[in-house]
């Protein structure tokens, strides 16, 4: 079983920075895709950010410039810096990993449990 265990939200201002956390742990032995998503209240969840094992990163448009993602294979771990956050990033952040092999067995899909986010003035 792969477990991710998010890290990191918090409140913040707008025009701060966050960064965001996610250990996968178990007996991994690969990850495909790790990614990031949001929810905001009353809203659908949506992709905020991915990455490739390689490190092909692929960014919503409204995270364009100022998120960035990245992973330390090694670790099993994605990361998520958010700058110049804005009231409309808050949100309850997801780890989301999409094909990970664990102990000789595949996962097509796991996710965390979240992590608030709040943008406020």
């Known amino acids: 079983q792969v477990q991710l265990v998010e890290s990191g939200g918090g409140v913040v201002q707008p025009g701060g920075s966050l960064r965001l956390s996610c250990a996968a742990s178990?007996?991994?032995?690969?990850?495909?895709?790790m990614a990031w998503y949001r929810q905001a209240p009353g809203k659908q969840r949506e992709m905020v950010a991915a990455i490739s094992a390689g490190g092909t990163t692929n960014y919503a448009d409204s995270a364009k410039g100022r998120f960035t993602i990245s992973r330390d294979n090694a670790k099993n771990t994605v990361y998520l810096q958010m700058n110049s956050l804005k009231l409309e990033d808050t949100a309850v952040y997801y780890c989301?990993?999409?094909?990970?092999?664990?102990?000789?067995?595949?996962?097509?899909?796991?996710w965390g449990q979240g992590t608030q986010v709040t943008v406020s003035s």
């Open positions: 178990g007996s991994i032995d690969s990850i495909n895709l």
């Open positions: 989301h990993v999409d094909g990970a092999y664990s102990g000789g067995l595949y996962y097509p899909n796991s």
